[in-house]
């Protein structure tokens, strides 16, 4: 394990788009969730100008339930980490350097692993950041600060990175099999923005949100704010079991899927 | 230390409509610098390919240090297939420490092989950055990486320059003369003459001969003769039993023998007939010839 580590760490060590995209990730998160309270405010005031009964201003910085709300945010977002991921494992076969590792020794199933322990690298890194984010935003924004409340609603973030990690084994199957990055996040945006909301309209109801994309959605629900109970509106506050148990099975069988192809195919 | 490296059995692999190889076995023992020979699609590179498992074969097996293949064994096995394959951004110092890491060996060894190919001035530069025989002779470094056990070459001198290609060869000599085995895979007869000691032909996938170089320069050695009365002589040549062929070339009469037979066996026979001969010399035949005797066959 601490061998593939070594051995990617060297291979994004030195790759300038590697670090150049992360860097527009992590300030894209910044400004997103720096940003998303001014946003918000100001929506609200645009409106009261025009309605009869105001709408009331929130926060939706305050602990606890800034967590929910900042991983329900972020997830908007996760294409961009995907882009990072799709860039390098498509180079694996680009720069034919898939062969290169193979041929010196490492095994099909280390190549996987070491593919996937960069997804995972990239899950903890997003999450470490949405934490930070969150800390100083809940800090600076709750009134009546206790330890016990910020971190009462953290499964939020456990919730976030789950969400992720599966995600980002859909990225990789898709990489993978298309082995071109351009083909991959082509393919990834259309299936996530056209098919599969257009197959979901034709589906009965019982079955939508079955589908990877939105079964991964599904995890973390749209936050209850105050702005929701306005309109009458009760989500669930909750991590639903079922749908932790959906994305297993698409995560299982992305990853198992990704594993075998790499196994039996020739690079 | 068991002698036979690498057993190939009944391997056979499909593309499509194309059997790239077809049921190919012969074995490479430790201390040969064996030749795959073969005209480009004949197979070399697919055979390869498999033994280094980035391609799968249909049927047959493979070992290699006499037991079914293990990807550490790859560790002591330096290969080069087809082009120079490594990441266009990274240095070829820092290239090669992937390798190193990959093959669990000691960063040490990076400049030291980096040396043996000439590139010790250039290691910081970036692969990208790499004229085609630098990046022929970077692969070169990485295969050496680990002192393998055994070097797979497949068209070491591809794309080379004449200097770069005798710099090559001098290397793998060097090489083999260190007791390392080399593969050779080469579509260039006089490049596995030179160098190799054993060799397999293939054609269309199909393994035509497998053995010892000098098995096929000794195939039918080829006797150049010549007496005051040609004419007299070929007659008798023609009842020898040993002697497969007989054709005029201008003044000198080339006679075929049979494999076990050479000079000397005809010289006796030729002077108890009462026949001296003013010319006699074997023509050693090159294994060009002989291999393209094998693929016009």
Not at chain 1, 30 to 44: A, E, M, P, R
Not at chain 2, 143 to 156: C, G, H, Q
Not at chain 2, 248 to 268: R, S, V
Request: with cysteine; hydrophobic share 45%; net charge positive.
């Amino acid at each position: 394990m601490l061998k593939l580590i070594k051995i990617e760490f060297k291979k994004i060590l030195y790759y300038k788009t590697f670090w150049i995209l992360s860097s527009l990730f992590l300030l894209l998160l910044t400004l997103v969730t720096f940003g998303i309270q001014g946003i918000i405010d100001n929506i609200i005031n645009d409106s009261n100008l025009h309605s009869p009964i105001p709408i009331p201003k929130f926060s939706i910085y305050q602990f606890p339930d800034i967590w929910h709300n900042m991983s329900f945010l972020a997830g908007y977002f996760k294409i961009f980490l995907g882009v990072i991921l799709i860039i390098l494992i498509t180079n694996e076969y680009n720069f034919k350097t898939i062969r290169n590792n193979i041929i010196n020794g490492l095994s099909r199933t280390e190549f996987f692993f070491s593919k996937f322990l960069i997804l995972i690298l990239l899950a903890i890194f997003t999450v470490i950041v949405l934490i930070i984010a969150g800390l100083i935003l809940g800090y600076t924004n709750t009134i009546n600060f206790s330890f016990s409340i910020a971190t009462s609603q953290l499964h939020f973030i456990a919730a976030f990175f789950f969400e992720l990690i599966c995600y980002l084994s859909f990225v990789m199957f898709i990489s993978i099999f298309m082995k071109r990055s351009g083909l991959a996040i082509g393919f990834i945006l259309l299936y996530s923005y056209i098919l599969e909301p257009l197959i979901n309209y034709k589906l009965p109801s019982l079955l939508q949100g079955l589908l990877p994309i939105s079964a991964f959605g599904n995890i973390i629900q749209v936050p209850n704010t105050q702005l929701m109970r306005v309109f009458g509106y009760e989500f669930s506050k909750s991590i639903a079991t079922t749908d932790i148990l959906i994305a297993v099975v698409w995560l299982l069988l992305f990853s198992s899927i990704s594993w075998y192809k790499i196994y039996k195919s020739d690079l | 230390m068991k002698k036979i490296i690498l057993s190939i059995n009944n391997l056979s692999k499909r593309y499509g409509k194309i059997q790239a190889i077809d049921k190919i076995s012969f074995d490479v023992n430790r201390g040969q610098v064996f030749g795959i020979l073969g005209p480009n699609g004949s197979g070399k590179t697919t055979t390869l390919g498999i033994l280094l498992d980035v391609l799968k074969a249909d049927s047959g097996s493979f070992s290699w240090f006499g037991h079914t293949p293990h990807y550490t064994d790859r560790q002591k096995i330096g290969a080069i297939l087809e082009e120079p394959l490594f990441y266009p951004y990274l240095s070829a110092y820092r290239n090669l420490k992937i390798i190193a890491d990959i093959k669990e060996c000691d960063d040490e060894q990076i400049d030291k092989v980096l040396k043996t190919t000439g590139l010790l001035e250039r290691k910081h530069d970036k692969f990208k950055t790499y004229s085609y025989g630098m990046r022929q002779r970077l692969a070169i470094a990485g295969a050496l990486l680990n002192n393998p056990e055994v070097l797979i070459l497949d068209e070491p001198t591809n794309g080379l320059d004449p200097q770069g290609i005798a710099k090559i060869r001098k290397l793998i000599v060097e090489i083999s003369q260190k007791g390392i085995t080399v593969i050779l895979a080469s579509h260039l007869l006089d490049e596995v003459q030179k160098v190799c000691t054993n060799v397999a032909v293939l054609q269309k996938g199909k393994l035509l001969f497998s053995g010892h170089v000098d098995e096929i320069t000794n195939e039918g050695v080829l006797i150049e003769l010549k007496s005051n009365n040609n004419s007299t002589l070929i007659q008798i040549l023609e009842e020898i039993e040993f002697i497969k062929s007989v054709k005029k070339e201008g003044e000198i009469i080339i006679a075929k023998l049979t494999k076990g037979y050479d000079a000397e066996d005809i010289n006796k026979y030729l002077s108890q007939q009462g026949i001296f001969l003013s010319h006699l010399k074997t023509r050693k035949k090159s294994l060009e010839s002989y291999f393209l005797e094998l693929v016009t066959e």
